[in-house]
């Protein structure tokens, strides 16, 4: 009985006790702290909520800047693409001449004379290709060529405006300053006013254009290249009065269909085979009667190269139909004067060129060369037409000089016209040219 009355008493003290008071106030106390840490937990849940918004925030101003940064490239790559990327070059030229038919000349030990200063432009705007060139001689200022042109692909071009007529041997049917015999009839180096393409797949080159006047649109005599002008008839005692204005009818070409094909086979590591056709299809069209008419030129040509050899064969033929059946010759337009040329008549041109490379000083390469032309079979029984040129090339940084000796007969700059009979010539030419 006692020990139950001091155990009541013992639990008794116990529940009054400062022990009893320290366990009710650790309960309030982890309450408390529970109540906190949940607090706490939420405020955590709440940053990371805000910093989940600040993150997508940020994500989305970063993307705003990525996508004006794009577009701010895009706009620079725009206008430097829209920049003009133009080269400007040119050159300027002089001749040193002794001909064997100028005694007063040759008295003077020869003449040395200003040849041309040109300006050239070329680049690209805007991916569309742009390619200049204006010439000044003392006599003239000329247009050589001017047009714009764009690649479709790697293998199709188009071009419009003034360009070389896409016939024969391109880009020259010779190596020397005079050119070959078929420069002065218009079917060397000829440039016109047309649109034209070039498609070039594999191995192969097909041009074709449609030319649709000269590049001077008229009958101008000042021009780089030969252009039909007119026609003209023969005198009384049946020489032909060339150059005589008065008796001169008008005519020009217009409509000019030209194409033309080549051939690259590479037979081995130094030969390689170019053969080709060309043809001219265009109408002839003048201010009077029997003016009108229309008329073709067909060539076929090879150039062959092994490996410091340059070869290159070219047969012609032409004819000029006219309307007015009394007609003998074709008046040419070129270089401020008035030339002439054969009706209908037949050409063969072969030149042979080897370069040296050398490491004289500026000098880096020596090129020997003979270019022979002969026009024949001519209308109205006009003389045969032949020129040959030997000489050499010497290239020598922005220099290029040409040393030539030229022998012609009935050769316009050198022998009379091809509608006469004027025997043969000897000039010796160098032609001393500053690229840049």
Known sequence: ????????????????????????????????????????????????????????????????????????????????????????GGAVRFNYTVADDDSAGKDRGGDLAFDTFRLNFDGEINDVILSAEWRWYEYMSVIHHAWVGYEFTDDLMAKAGVFRTPFGVLPYNSHNFYFSSLYYVGLEDNYDFGIGTTYTPGDWRFDLALMKNDER????????????????YSTADGAPSRGDLDNATDTQTVNTVVGRAEHTYEVNDKLTLKPGASFKYGQLDGAGAGGDGDYYAAAAHLVADYDRWNLQLQYTDWEYDLDDPAAQFINYGYYAGLFTGPLSA????????????????????????????????????????YMNVTGMAVAAGGLYTYFDIINGKNQPFVANGMTSDGGQNTIFNINVGYYF
């Open 1 to 88: 009985m006692k020990k139950q009355l001091l155990a009541i008493s013992i639990g008794v003290a116990l529940g009054t006790s400062p022990l009893s008071g320290m366990a009710a106030t650790g309960d309030a106390s982890a309450e408390r702290i529970m109540q906190e840490l949940e607090a706490l937990k939420q405020r955590v849940e709440n940053l990371q909520g805000e910093l989940e918004k600040e993150r997508a925030r940020n994500d989305q101003i970063e993307q705003t800047q990525s996508e004006q940064a794009e577009k701010v490239a895009q706009a620079e790559e725009k206008a430097e693409a829209a920049k003009p990327d133009i080269n400007v």
């Open 217 to 232: 649109g008229g009958n101008s005599l000042e021009s780089y290249d030969a252009n039909v002008v007119g026609y003209n």
């Open 346 to 385: 037949k050409a063969i041109t072969a030149n042979l060129a080897y370069t040296l490379p050398v490491e004289w000083g500026p000098v880096s390469s020596l090129t020997f060369y003979n270019d022979y032309s002969l026009i024949y079979d001519k209308n109205a029984d006009f003389e045969d037409t």
